[in-house]
Structures are given as C-alpha cells and as structure tokens.
C-alpha cells in the first residue's frame, strides 16, 4: 500500500534533549512538508521541501532542522533550542515537482503524525 | 487579519441537518482551496478540492466565491459520523507551494 508513514506515533523526551522525528513515503512525491499543531490551533508550517537535496523555512522553523538526502524521507529533528516542543507533528506529501501546474499536484496528504511530549 | 479564518464553532445540529461553514482568505490572487476533516487526535484527511465552478461530492458541496474571497462547504442529511473538525486550507499565490490552514471549525452532529 502507498502512503506516508511517521513514526514514532508518541515520544518523550527530557529537555535539553535533541530528537529526530522520522518521516518516510512511497507515493513517488517531489514536495514534502513538516507542520506542528497545538490544541485548538491550526497547523503551522516548520520547513518544506519541493525537491531531493533542498529545503525551505516555514513560518516556525527557529530550533527545528531537516534533511532531504532521499526523495522519500524527510526526518524532523527537534532541538534543545526550540522552546515549545510539546505538540503533534504531522508529515505531509505532494505530488509537487514538474507537475505542480497541474491543479492536483499541489494536493498535500498526511501521515499519522507524531506526539512529542517534553518531560 | 489572519491570511486564513474560520468560525472555529462548535456547530452542533441534529441528525440529518444541513450545516453550512465558510473560511475566508486574504489574498486575492490565491490559486488553490481545500477542505480536509480531522477526527480528534488523528491527522488531517483531505476531503475535497475547491473548484472555481464549485464541486459536489455526495452529501458535500465545496463552493468558492473569489469576489468576496472565502470558500465554504455545505453537508446535507448530516450523520453522527460527521462529527469532527473540518479545517480549509488555501495556498495563497501561485508560486508557492505552502498551504496556509484555518484553525477549523468544529462540528458535533447529535442524536
């Protein structure tokens, strides 16, 4: 079956502490994303990537960095510098890329998200 | 104002109600709308795309009014297994690809 897959589904982590979030997919997409949503709250975009090898800043990126070495994976680390940390963190995939003129391109699909929970 | 607004509710109405909820946006030029459905604690699901002529999909009606910039979604016959929050998403220019999100609008159909 293809989709997007996070894991772990939950984590803790000490503060002080560095964790790195996984986020892999199978639907072939270019453009990959990491969003964080906190109660009653939208989601909030922390770095995107429309292509292997690059990344963009969202609109919340301060202590959080990424890589994008292979198309399909797109992991999340979250530093000591981030304040917050607490929050469910959703990956998204599109199809993005060279068909990104095509209206469905642009269509972003989630994975089950991860809940971090600083102790 | 926000880029992306919705009424963040809750709407509760009975079974088989039509509920109706709008999302307004602030960039005139924004290319491509959506409504996605999240259940408490799960991800966001995509629902429809919104389209210039408007898209119906069962029970789901998707409209797009650009002169007043919002976007709305209309369910008819609602059932119990309606209840979640419905969350619009529009992306603001076309040479982007960042979605901006509302914060939702929470709806609980009941008995």
């Known amino acids: 079956d293809g989709g997007i897959t996070q894991s772990p589904k939950y984590l803790f982590r000490k503060e002080g502490q560095n964790v790195t979030l996984s986020c892999e997919q199978n639907l072939n997409h270019d453009a990959m994303y990491w969003y964080r949503q906190d109660p009653g709250q939208g989601l909030r975009l922390i770095y995107y990537?429309?292509?292997?090898?690059?990344?963009q800043k969202g609109d919340i990126a301060e202590g959080y960095s990424v890589s994008r070495e292979k198309k399909e994976s797109f992991p999340l680390t979250v530093t000591s510098a981030q304040k917050n940390p607490t929050a469910f963190y959703l990956c998204?995939?599109?199809?993005?890329?060279?068909?990104?003129?095509?209206?469905?391109?642009?269509?972003?699909?989630f994975g089950p998200g991860t809940r971090l929970t600083v102790l | 104002r926000k880029e992306v607004e919705q009424d963040p509710g809750p709407f509760n109405v009975p079974e088989g109600a039509t509920v109706a909820f709008n999302c307004t946006y602030s960039?005139?030029?924004?290319?491509?709308f959506f409504w996605y459905r999240q259940d408490c604690r799960k991800e966001p699901k995509l629902l429809m795309s919104?389209?210039?002529s408007g898209n119906e999909d069962g029970r789901f009606t998707a409209q797009l009014n650009r002169a007043s910039q919002y976007i709305s979604l209309l369910i008819r016959d609602s059932k119990l297994s309606d209840s979640a929050t419905y969350l619009c998403?529009?992306?603001?220019?076309?040479?982007?690809?960042?979605?901006?999100f509302g914060t939702g609008t929470r709806l609980q159909v009941f008995p």
């Open positions: 998403a529009v992306i603001l220019s076309y040479n982007t690809d960042k979605l901006i």
């Open positions: 919104v389209y210039s």
């Open positions: 998204a995939s599109s199809i993005g890329g060279s068909l990104r003129e095509a209206r469905r391109a642009d269509t972003q699909y």
């Open positions: 990537s429309q292509i292997v090898n690059d990344f």
């Open positions: 960039n005139s030029a924004s290319q491509s």
